[in-house]
């Protein structure tokens, strides 16, 4: 019998938080999911994620809560992750950073999961190498569960895939977030590690990766400063289902998934 992980790809404002509301529910009817990942680091105000955006995700039936480099946008989050293991940030920031870098999860089955998060250094902050700290997070890990999943927070695509080599037949699963642009090269590596570069947004989609389209074009034609708004129309949940042995830990399966909601935020 197989463990069954929905990953969510990035959370984008009050407008993702709705429709995993209303689109998780009919996930979780529709797949025998054990664990729920999501990626939110940009649940709040688009940009960060705040206290209350946190325990309304983790309220929402999501057991665990990713992020990435806008991890620290919102001050109030440094005391809240030092508390709630659940809300993880990339382990390849520095060691006094707060919080954790993984978490080890029990499903209802009695399973046990690792999920692990870490940041690419390309196009990206200068952090710790990803593929030496994963590695590290893989071998204390493995020593408990050989279920184990990675949110590979990155923005170069050339990172994500030679970390899905580098991790292959070692992790379950390497998901890339960040960039907000769902791939379709999902697959299985050789050696059994499922495998996508981008799980997508989960927010809306009439935007430029979440933000009103009007703001960034005209960003884009004139070079200057604009604040930035999340959009709200033709909202969609992006994200993967992967399928592990659980004996092996080995990816029998993974599905791209992208659904719509039948709501607007406005």
Known sequence: MSVTILFIGDIVGKPGRRIVKEVLPV?????????????GENASGGIGISVKGADELLSSGIQVLTSGNHIWKK??????????????????????????????????????????????????????????????????L????????????????????ALGWFLDGKVSAVLGTHTHIQTS???????????????????PADSVIGVKKE????????????KFE???RELVLEGAVISIDPETGRATGIKRIREKANISSE
């Open 142 to 161: 493995s020593a408990k569960t050989p279920i184990i999943l990675v949110d590979f927070h990155a923005e170069a695509t050339s990172e994500k895939v």
């Open 230 to 232: 999340v959009a709200k």
């Open 75 to 140: 001050k109030e989050i440094q005391t809240y992750i030092d508390q709630n293991p659940d809300l993880i940030r990339p382990a390849n920031f520095p060691p006094e950073t707060p919080g954790r870098g993984s978490v080890l999860k029990k499903t209802a089955s009695g399973h046990l999961v690792g999920v692990i998060n870490l940041m690419g250094r390309v196009f990206m902050e200068a952090v710790d190498c990803p593929f030496r700290k994963g590695l590290e997070e893989w071998k204390a």
């Open 27 to 39: 996930l979780l009817s529709r797949y025998p999911v054990d664990l729920v990942v999501a990626n």
């Open 215 to 226: 703001l960034v074009i005209e960003r884009f034609l004139t070079q200057m400063p604009h």
């Open 185 to 203: 090269d999902e697959r299985i590596l050789p050696r059994g590690t499922a495998y996508l570069t981008d799980a997508g947004m989960t927010g």
